[in-house]
Structure formats: C-alpha cells, structure tokens
C-alpha cells in the first residue's frame, strides 16, 4: 500500500513503535542484533551496532524468532546495482524512491508470490513497464488453482505487465557503472533498469546451528508447544515449520498471521506446556488490481505435492440474483476441495471484483473443525437479495459436492 501511495508515511506501517511497546512493559533494543546463543548458560551474546560494543545477557526463557532472509539467486551478476529485495522498511523505502525515479523505466520482477505480484502491481502502476519472471508456469500457483490464475494473468497482461512463466534466470549483466541492464533466462532477455527479487526466503538460522537443533532445510526444530530443543528455549515463526492441518503435516508458511498466533501460544506455555499449537490452514487473501481473491487449505497442487487425494467443485456465477439489475452485481469465482472418502472440506479459494473474501475464513474454520460438506450445504445462512442468493455461495458448493457424490 505504501509503493502503491495509499499509504503515505511509511512510519505508520507497523503493529506497535518501540516507545508502544516500552510502555507495555518490553524494554525494546534496536540496532542491535543476538549473535550467539548459549543455552547450556541460559545467555546470549548482544552486538550494539551503532557503538560496536558486545555484551551477555542471561534469560530465564528464551523466544527465538529470527525470521528469514530473502533468497538472492545464485546467478552472474547477482550483486550489480539496483538489484533489489522488498523484505522489511528499508527495502520498501528504496523501492518507493526507485518507483519515482524517471531514469528507471524498465522493471523485471522475479518470483511470482505475493511479494512479487505486489511489487509488479505496484510498478506497473506508477508507470514503470514491467515484466514478471519465475520458474513455475503460473502466477500465484502456490495459492491458486488454473481457473483463477488464468483470470488473473489475463488482469496483469491487461494492466501492461508482460509475463515470462516457466523461465529460470540464468544471469544478470551490468553497464560500465555496475548497474542492472538486462536480465538474461533460459529462453529470453529482459531491459531491466531495475530488478526486484522475490524468489522465496531461507531460515536466518545459520548463526543458531550450534544451539538448538535445526532440520535439513535450516528451520529450527519445534515441537507442538513451540519448544526447541533446548530446555526453556522457544521458537515461533518464519524460521519454523507450521502443523498445517490439511495435510495433517508440518510445513512452511511464511505468513505474519502464524508468526503472531505462534508467539502467543509460546508465551501461554512458557511455565509448563499445557497448549499445543492447533495448526493453521494456511489462509491468506490478496488483490490484484481490481480482483481481490483469498484461499485456505488444500488446491490442486497442494494436494499432488502431499500426494492426498482430493475432489472439488466449482462455483462461476453472479453474486446476487437474476432479477437485480447487473450493476449491482458481479460475478465470482469459488472452488471448493474436499475428501473424497470423508466428505471432509480440505480447502478452498474464492475471487471477484466485490470483496468476498470473508467467506475463506468461515472455510478454515470448517477445514480446523472437520466439517463436511453435508453439514457446509446445510449450515443456517441468511439470506437477503440485496446481499446474496437464496442458497449461500458456501451451502451451494456444499450441494453441487453432495451432488456429485450422489448424496444430495
């Protein structure tokens, strides 16, 4: 929102100031980082880097959330100038400088999740021509199945973004400066004044590989009361896997909403583990232009990945009735995932140009709560004409599912 102008001061963008949070009770330290832990001493090791000074502070409990960095692809030409990340404030506010600045004209965006799609929105938006580039075939793929991102792709081409899918950036190459001029794939070149990578992120672990036990994948290891290995040492986080309920498995998902649900499940355990985390499915929404779309649990591809075996149905139509004039309406897309041998909803993902994208999280809560889709087509819903349909968008797909198993 900040790249894009809706939001003017970027000081505003942030849950609480460290002069809040002083007041709450937490003494805050900034430019400061942990570069070792001792959990055998119950310390950790300060570096102050604006004085440069180290010291040792001792804790009773620990919670470690280091977060992740962003991946920089390994490539040639990886560190000439104005290659850029979009992860944290300072990120943002260079690429909001950048976004203004009339000698950048060509932008190449690599990755196409959120932040990618974001940032090319964003860039697109302020005038700047832009092209989108990432190994997978789809934009938004990890979130959404073909039906929508088919309707997205054709919204970004729209919006005079170009599309590279299923291209891998083999290099980068530079002017006389050291700046970015052309981003080189497998199967095209790219003008590139500037260059944003979004290709995912890596745990910031490394530092922690002496402490506490990390997985293969460099995540620290949790249990299901976010303990680590190490006696009275917790972890929440970026740097962690998430019981991710669908697939009855712990996976990663980068998203602030687990972050904070995790948190406060560590703090509720520090004294004895008495809460176990509950899991989360992975519900997130976002708009892209004028489609806002949101989606929770399992999708296609998902559930090839977790080798589950999954049905769906597939709701395209009108948000209000036929008799309502058609400017006060539009239409919506919504797919519904469920087990075929259960009838358990598994997943779901919704989009329109209104913002429907409440209706996901009344899907998590029936994905958390082993709803079926018997009890989703049944479910008491209101109904007005100005607002909806006779049978809820949720209580249809739940019938059109009953229906194709023959149990309507």
Do not use: C
Not at 124 to 144: C, E, H
Not at 170 to 193: H, I, M
């Amino acid at each position: 929102m900040y790249l894009e102008g809706v939001v003017k001061d970027v000081n505003s963008i942030r849950y609480a100031t460290a002069e809040e949070m002083e007041q709450r009770g937490v003494r805050v330290f900034t430019n400061t980082e942990i570069t070792k832990v001792e959990p055998d001493k119950h310390q950790v090791e300060v570096l102050n880097h604006v004085t440069g000074e180290t010291r040792v502070e001792s804790y009773d409990k620990l919670i470690l959330s280091p977060g992740a960095n962003p991946f920089i692809l390994p490539v040639p030409g990886k560190d000439l100038g104005n290659i850029k990340t979009m992860r944290g404030r300072q990120d943002t506010i260079d690429l909001k400088m950048l976004s203004v600045d009339p000698a950048i004209e060509n932008v190449v965006v690599i990755g196409v999740g959120y932040i990618g799609i974001e940032a090319a929105e964003a860039f697109a938006v302020a005038g700047k021509k832009v092209t989108l580039v990432d190994i997978i075939d789809r934009p938004l793929g990890v979130y959404l199945d073909k039906q929508f991102t088919d309707v997205l792709e054709t919204e970004m081409v729209d919006h005079g973004i170009k599309l590279a899918m299923g291209e891998s950036v083999v290099e980068f190459v530079g002017d006389d400066n050291g700046k970015v001029t052309k981003v080189v794939t497998d199967k095209g070149e790219y003008p590139a004044d500037m260059v944003v990578m979004s290709a995912g992120v890596r745990p910031n672990t490394a530092w922690l590989k002496d402490a506490v036990e990390l997985l293969p994948s460099g995540m620290i290891k949790t249990d299901e009361y976010m303990r680590t290995s190490e006696p009275d040492v917790f972890a929440v986080g970026d740097a962690t896997l998430i019981q991710y309920n669908p697939g009855n498995t712990s996976v990663n998902i980068s998203l602030a909403t687990n972050a904070r649900r995790q948190g406060r499940y560590a703090v509720r355990n520090l004294e004895e583990a008495k809460y176990p985390f509950p899991g989360v499915q992975g519900s997130s929404a976002l708009r892209v232009f004028d489609y806002k779309f949101a989606s929770t649990g399992l999708n296609d591809q998902m559930a090839s990945k977790l080798e589950i075996k999954t049905k769906s149905v597939f709701l395209d139509q009108d948000t209000l009735m036929d008799f309502v004039p058609q400017n006060l309406k539009t239409r919506m897309m919504f797919k519904l995932v469920y087990n075929p041998e259960n009838l358990e909803i598994l997943g779901a993902q919704i989009m329109s140009k209104e913002d429907l994208t409440a209706n996901i999280n009344a899907i998590s809560i029936a994905i958390q709560t082993h709803f079926t889709v018997e009890q989703l087509a049944y479910a008491d819903f209101f109904f007005q004409p100005e607002f909806d349909t006779p049978w809820n968008l949720l209580g249809m797909a739940g019938l059109k599912a009953l229906q194709q198993e023959n149990k309507a």
